[in-house]
């Protein structure tokens, strides 16, 4: 959107959304999956940023960070998105946008709201009848979280 100014201030977390552009699939296969979590991994060790919750759908991708300044968040999506559309191109011989515009990012307070997003975006597998469970679901970050299970890209979450 033109004129689209985007809200950023301190001590909030920021829930960000991306989809795939027309509402097409982002992650056709497994190794697309692991090639997206990887560049989170070294976007993360690059910005220092905490993350909270993640979860990876086939057409879109949830995330709770917390960044260090708010002017880093869109250097952090941006980079992230364009590393992983120049691979998910090259790969499936694509050309144009694999992302519907810019990535969408709403403020939560650090409070109990935060947790209910978490839980929101961590159940986003079942209320897509993707899953039954989400246990059963790979591509979220409700197995590190809730078990502790190693290695593991999120931090723990302080409200």
């Not at 097409?24 to 909270?52: A, T």
Request: charged letters at 25%; hydrophobic letters at 40%; one cysteine or more.
């Amino acid at each position: 959107m033109k004129g689209y100014c985007r809200v950023l201030i301190e001590n909030v977390y920021y829930h960000v959304i991306s989809r795939g552009n027309q509402k097409q699939k982002v992650f056709l296969e497994v190794g697309d999956f692991e090639k997206y979590l990887s560049l989170l991994k070294r976007y993360k060790i690059r910005f220092k940023f905490r993350l909270y919750a993640w979860c990876l759908m086939p057409n879109h991708v949830h995330l709770i960070m917390d960044v260090n300044k708010p002017s880093e968040l869109s250097k952090i999506m941006q980079g992230l998105n364009l590393a992983y559309a120049r691979w998910f191109n090259k790969k499936y011989g694509k050309v144009g946008h694999l992302w519907q515009g810019r990535f969408k990012s709403m403020l939560i307070q650090k409070d109990k709201y935060a947790l209910d997003c978490i839980n929101y975006i961590e159940l986003n597998p079942i209320r897509a009848n993707i899953r039954e469970g989400p246990l059963d679901y790979r591509w979220c970050s409700y197995k590190s979280r809730t078990l502790g299970e190693i290695p593991t890209l999120l931090d723990k979450l302080t409200l």
